[in-house]
C-alpha cells in the first residue's frame, strides 16, 4: 500500500510557505495556510455529508480555486477526487456518477433530476465551513489511501474511461514535469478537468509558484491583457488559444510577452509552423509537452530544439521509456511509425473497471498505451503521426490524417484543417476534409492543391467548410462529431 497522501505534502507546503500566495480566482485567494486550512474545513463538512474513506466522489465546480481546495479535502479524507468537466448536462453527469461509482458529486449549481447525490459548493459554502476545526484532518499513517484521481477521459472519441492515478506516482508526475521552470507564478485557463491543467497547477504549487485561475470563457484579449496585468510569470494553454493569441499579435518585430519565463501548450499537436509563429510572436520561451492522461509526460520541446525540429514533439524525457511498436508488440526500428507505447513512475496505476478499448488509452503488460502513433529517431526526437483511432484503411493503404492535414494546411486560404475518414466501403474508408477558411476558398483550389501533394489514395474526397472545428476542453478535436455531422448530412 502507498505511503503517500497528497494532503500531507500540502500540510508541508503550508508549513514551508505559510504567508505566500497559493492561489488566486475571481472568487478566492488563498495562501499556502489558508488552502490547508479552509481543506481542513471542507473536509469536516463533507464528513458530515457522508464521504468517507475510499470512495469516488466527482468535482465539478467552475472555480477552479475552490477545486484545488475540494480535492485537498478529499485527500484529508481518504478519498478519490474525480474531476468532471462543469459544462456536462444532467444526464451525462448522472451516467458518470453512476458507472465510476461516485458516492457524491460535488457542483457550484442545483442539478435538477440528478440521478446521484449532490453536494452544492455555493456562495453559502465559506460561512457554512466556519464553523469547524482549521487544523489538518488526518495522517497518513491514520488512514487506507485511495487513488487520488480517476480522470475521465475520451479523447475525442466514445464514452470515458477512467484512469487511476494514485498519490505516489501523482507526486512523481507533479515533480517531474517541467524541470521547475514555472517561476513565481503560473496562469492557468484551463478546467481542472483535463488531466494537463491538474499537472500543471500541482507541478507550480509544489514549487511555491503562485497559480491565478483565469475563468474558462473568455476571448484572446481578455487573456492577453490578464497576463501583463497579473505579471505571471508562466501561462498554460492549448493550441486553440496559442493561435486565437498568434492571430492577435498581428506581425510584429519582437515577442509581445517577452517577459514570460515560459509559455507551454499542452493537449493537442501542432503544425511545425504554428509552433515557429508562436515562438516568434508570443514568447521566445514558448515550448510544447506531450503527454497523456494514461502515462504522464512524455516529450517536451523547447529552445534550440524547437527551432531545429518543430516538426516533433521533442526528445523523450530521460525518465520515460519509450517504444514504437507494430499491432503485435514487436519493436520497430527508427524511423518507422507505429504505436507508441511508454513505461514511466508517473504512468497511471489501473484503468477503472478494467474497461478495455481496442484503440486509445490503455495499459498491457506493464506499458502504457497513450493511443498515439508516431516515430522516433536516433537523437531521441518523438514525431507523432496521429491517433489510432484516427487511422483511415483505404484501399488497402494506411492513411493519417496529420499527413493529409498538414498538405491541405499548406494552402494559405485555409486557417484550420480535420481529416477523418467516413462511409466504409467495401475497399475501405473515404476521406472528407473539414476546413476553416481564412479567405475566399473553392473546393476547385483545394482540389488542385491536393493533387499536387497527395497521391490519389491519400486525396480527400469530400470537403466540408466550417466555421470552426469542434474540440473538447483539452483543445483536441473532436473527430466523432465531425463524423456523425457528415453522418446528419448524408
Given at each position: 500500500m502507498n505511503s503517500i497522501n497528497l494532503a500531507d505534502v500540502f500540510v508541508g507546503l503550508a508549513s514551508r510557505w505559510p504567508d505566500r500566495n497559493a492561489i488566486i480566482s475571481q472568487h478566492l485567494t488563498l495562501s499556502y495556510s489558508q488552502l490547508v486550512a479552509r481543506a481542513a474545513q471542507s473536509a469536516r463538512e463533507l464528513r458530515l455529508r457522508g464521504i468517507v474513506a475510499e470512495a469516488e466522489v466527482g468535482?465539478?465546480?467552475?472555480?477552479?480555486?475552490?477545486?484545488?481546495?475540494?480535492?485537498?479535502?478529499?485527500?484529508?479524507?481518504?478519498?478519490?477526487?474525480?474531476?468532471i468537466d462543469f459544462r456536462t448536462n444532467t444526464a451525462e453527469r448522472s451516467r458518470l456518477a453512476r458507472e465510476f461509482d461516485m458516492i457524491?458529486?460535488?457542483?457550484?449549481?442545483?442539478?435538477?433530476?440528478?440521478?446521484?447525490?449532490?453536494?452544492?459548493?455555493?456562495?453559502?459554502?465559506?460561512?457554512?465551513?466556519?464553523?469547524?476545526?482549521?487544523?489538518?484532518?488526518?495522517?497518513?499513517?491514520?488512514?487506507?489511501?485511495?487513488?487520488?484521481?480517476?480522470?475521465?477521459?475520451?479523447?475525442?472519441?466514445?464514452?470515458?474511461?477512467?484512469?487511476?492515478?494514485?498519490?505516489?506516482?501523482?507526486?512523481f508526475r507533479f515533480n517531474s514535469d517541467l524541470s521547475g521552470r514555472f517561476g513565481a507564478s503560473l496562469l492557468n485557463p484551463l478546467p481542472l478537468s483535463f488531466s494537463g491543467s491538474r499537472t500543471f497547477t500541482f507541478?507550480?504549487?509544489?514549487?511555491?509558484?503562485?497559480?491565478?485561475?483565469?475563468?474558462?470563457?473568455?476571448s484572446p484579449q481578455e487573456l492577453a491583457e490578464a497576463i501583463r496585468a497579473w505579471k505571471v510569470t508562466s501561462v498554460c494553454a492549448v493550441p486553440t488559444i496559442i493561435r486565437s493569441l498568434v492571430e492577435l499579435s498581428g506581425e510584429r518585430s519582437a515577442p509581445v510577452f517577452d517577459k514570460l519565463d515560459a509559455l507551454y501548450c499542452l493537449g493537442a499537436p501542432m503544425f511545425a509552423e504554428e509552433k515557429l509563429q508562436a515562438k516568434t510572436a508570443l514568447c521566445n520561451?514558448?515550448?510544447?509537452?506531450?503527454?497523456?492522461s494514461i502515462s504522464g509526460a512524455i516529450s517536451s520541446l523547447y529552445g534550440s530544439d524547437l527551432e531545429a525540429r518543430a516538426d516533433t514533439v521533442g526528445r523523450v524525457e530521460p525518465f520515460v521509456v519509450?517504444?514504437?511498436?507494430?499491432?503485435?508488440?514487436?519493436?520497430?526500428?527508427?524511423?518507422e511509425a507505429g504505436f507508441v507505447r511508454v513505461r514511466s513512475p508517473a504512468m497511471a496505476r489501473a484503468i477503472y473497471g478494467e474497461s478495455t478499448r481496442a484503440s486509445g488509452d490503455k495499459l498491457k503488460q506493464g506499458w502504457a498505451y497513450p493511443g498515439d502513433i508516431g516515430t522516433i529517431d536516433e537523437g531521441g526526437?518523438?514525431?507523432?503521426?496521429?491517433?489510432?483511432?484516427?487511422?483511415?484503411?483505404?484501399?488497402?493503404?494506411?492513411?493519417?490524417?496529420?499527413?493529409?492535414?498538414?498538405?491541405?494546411?499548406?494552402?494559405?486560404?485555409?486557417?484550420?484543417?480535420?481529416?477523418?475518414?467516413?462511409?466504409?466501403?467495401?475497399?475501405g474508408e473515404e476521406i472528407a476534409a473539414?476546413?476553416?477558411?481564412?479567405?475566399?476558398?473553392t473546393e476547385a483550389s483545394l482540389v488542385a492543391h491536393c493533387r499536387a501533394r497527395l497521391s490519389s489514395d491519400k486525396r480527400p474526397r469530400k470537403f466540408a467548410f466550417v466555421t470552426e472545428l469542434p474540440r473538447n476542453a483539452s483543445g483536441k478535436i473532436s473527430r466523432e462529431k465531425l463524423r456523425q455531422n457528415l453522418d446528419s448530412a448524408g
Open positions: 468535482i465539478s465546480i467552475r472555480d477552479s480555486a475552490e477545486t484545488v481546495v475540494l480535492m485537498v479535502a478529499m485527500w484529508m479524507l481518504g478519498a478519490t477526487a474525480v474531476p457524491a458529486i460535488l457542483e457550484d449549481r442545483q442539478i435538477p433530476a440528478a440521478a446521484y447525490e449532490s453536494i452544492l459548493i455555493d456562495a453559502s459554502w465559506s460561512s457554512l465551513i466556519a464553523r469547524h476545526d482549521k487544523s489538518p484532518l488526518w495522517t497518513s499513517t491514520e488512514r487506507p489511501i485511495a487513488a487520488a484521481f480517476i480522470s475521465l477521459t475520451s479523447g475525442t472519441t466514445g464514452r470515458p474511461i477512467g484512469i487511476v492515478l494514485d498519490h505516489e506516482r501523482a507526486l507541478s507550480a504549487l509544489l514549487r511555491g509558484s503562485t497559480v491565478f485561475f483565469h475563468p474558462v470563457l473568455f520561451n514558448f515550448s510544447q509537452t506531450y503527454g497523456s519509450l517504444q514504437i511498436v507494430d499491432a503485435d508488440d514487436k519493436i520497430l526500428p527508427l524511423g526526437f518523438l514525431r507523432l503521426v496521429g491517433r489510432s483511432s484516427d487511422l483511415i484503411i483505404r484501399g488497402g493503404v494506411n492513411v493519417h490524417p496529420s499527413e493529409v492535414e498538414a498538405a491541405i494546411a499548406e494552402h494559405e486560404g485555409v486557417r484550420e484543417v480535420a481529416v477523418v475518414g467516413f462511409a466504409k466501403l467495401p475497399e473539414f476546413v476553416v477558411p481564412s479567405g475566399n476558398l
